[in-house]
């Protein structure tokens, strides 16, 4: 998976354990409990879920996240044509590098990837959308080409900066691979969060990390979002942020919107079990979180969690000329997981609820 903040990597095994001691709705005996991921990101969550046995839908406002979806949850392994796609995969991995917009945009004016690897971007991003065979194919190729890319560049993760000297896997060259795909149906849907909550059928669970501050997604990932878009629109500033990254700005993103935004969707989702994940970096209180919560679905547990922060924090971030920007205030931040339904206290204690 590419690497992203927010991830929640190392969340994963407890999320879907709490998810699966969950009561589910009555159904025929073959049915599969079902779950929604509001704001699946990368679908580490989603992926989870799936593998557990859920049928999910995992839904994200961003171009990448539908393409992510589409390849990891809504494909099935099963039927998916795979001698057909590594054939593919091949013969985009013998495609000679040629200068286009990833090269100008990202290796020339920016640093994030070596020039001969953005040669290589351009060259296969080129030639995904004649050479795939209907949507799910093309996102399963798009999939393959982020995963490369990702491994190739030369950031701490963010694609707002880029590191003061070149990662020693930006040396390596761009290879592209078959990801590792999932067994079972889903679906992916790209829509915002808020609209979607009280349009969908209603689910066994659903799973809700918001955006948590000021910080974009859409800006902090600009060049995926690019890439799968395929659109080479004007960019601005050291980053080389595509120009709509000054308009698009999700209700979350704002201190003033952000409290009115998730409460709507936390009183309109169609869900029997909310669980939702923040921290402590976010613009919400843990007690306000819990008290919404529990207006609504009655009973709500919490689970706290410390971990370290993304890497970025770790060792900071330069600017083109090797400068440090700004001050790492702290290196760890506190998770916190709401549980909210029917008996979720009893339902989640051995997993160190509250």
């Given at each position: 998976?590419?690497k992203?903040i927010g991830?929640?990597?190392?969340?994963v095994?407890?999320?879907?354990?709490?998810a699966?001691?969950?009561?589910?709705?009555r159904?025929?005996?073959?049915?599969a409990?079902?779950?929604?991921?509001?704001?699946?990101g990368?679908?580490?969550?989603?992926?989870?879920?799936?593998?557990?046995g859920?049928?999910?839908?995992?839904?994200?406002?961003?171009?990448y996240?539908?393409?992510?979806?589409?390849a990891?949850?809504?494909?099935?392994?099963?039927?998916?044509r795979k001698k057909?796609l590594?054939?593919k995969?091949?013969?985009?991995?013998t495609l000679?590098g040629?200068d286009?917009?990833v090269?100008r945009t990202?290796?020339?004016?920016a640093?994030?990837?070596q020039?001969f690897?953005?040669?290589r971007?351009?060259?296969v991003?080129d030639?995904i959308?004649?050479?795939?065979d209907?949507r799910?194919?093309?996102?399963?190729?798009?999939t393959?080409?982020l995963?490369a890319?990702?491994?190739?560049?030369?950031t701490?993760?963010?694609q707002?900066a880029?590191?003061?000297?070149?990662?020693p896997?930006s040396?390596?060259a761009l290879?592209?691979?078959?990801?590792?795909?999932l067994?079972g149906?889903g679906?992916a849907?790209?829509?915002d969060?808020n609209?979607?909550a009280g349009e969908m059928d209603e689910?066994?669970?659903a799973?809700?990390d918001?955006?948590?501050?000021q910080?974009?997604y859409?800006?902090n990932y600009h060049i995926?979002?690019?890439?799968?878009r395929?659109?080479s629109p004007?960019?601005?500033g050291?980053a080389?942020?595509?120009e709509?990254?000054r308009?698009?700005k999700?209700?979350?993103n704002?201190k003033a919107?952000?409290?009115?935004?998730?409460?709507?969707l936390i009183?309109?989702v169609?869900?029997r079990?909310l669980?939702?994940?923040?921290?402590d970096?976010?613009?919400?209180a843990?007690?306000?979180i819990?008290?919404?919560?529990?207006?609504v679905?009655?009973?709500v547990a919490t689970?706290?969690?410390?971990g370290?922060r993304y890497v970025?924090?770790?060792?900071?971030i330069?600017?083109?000329s090797?400068?440090?920007v700004g001050?790492?205030s702290?290196l760890?931040n506190h998770?916190?997981?709401?549980?909210?339904?029917?008996?979720a206290?009893r339902?989640?204690?051995?997993?160190g609820a509250?």
């Open positions: 998976m590419i992203y991830s929640k990597r190392t969340l095994p407890r999320i879907v354990e709490i699966r001691r969950l009561p589910k709705r159904r025929g005996s073959r049915a409990p079902t779950a929604c991921d509001l704001f699946a990368t679908t580490r969550v989603s992926q989870g879920l799936k593998q557990a859920f049928r999910v839908t995992a839904n994200d406002v961003a171009s996240g539908e393409v992510l979806a589409t990891y949850i809504e494909a099935d392994s099963r039927r998916v057909a590594a054939a995969i091949a013969h985009l991995n000679p040629r286009g917009y090269t990202f290796c020339e004016e640093r994030y990837f020039p690897n953005g040669r971007i351009d060259a991003r030639e959308d004649g050479l795939a209907g799910v194919e093309r996102a399963i190729l798009l393959s080409l995963e890319a990702d491994r190739v560049d030369s701490t993760g963010l707002m880029y590191l003061k000297a070149w990662a896997r040396f390596n290879e592209l691979r078959m990801p590792e795909l067994a149906g679906r849907l790209r829509s969060a609209a979607l689910v066994d669970v799973y809700i918001p955006p948590y501050n910080h974009s859409h800006s995926w979002e690019t890439l799968v395929h659109d004007p960019s601005y050291i080389r942020k595509r709509d990254c308009a698009v999700s209700a979350y704002s919107r952000a409290w009115d935004a998730f409460a709507h009183r309109n169609r869900a079990h669980i939702v994940s923040f921290n970096e976010g613009y919400f843990r007690g306000d819990a008290a919404l919560l529990e207006s679905c009655g009973e689970i706290p969690v410390v370290r970025g924090a770790q060792i900071g330069f600017n083109p090797g400068k440090k001050r790492v702290h760890t998770e916190f997981i709401f549980v909210a339904g029917p008996g206290k339902l989640t204690k051995s997993v509250e």
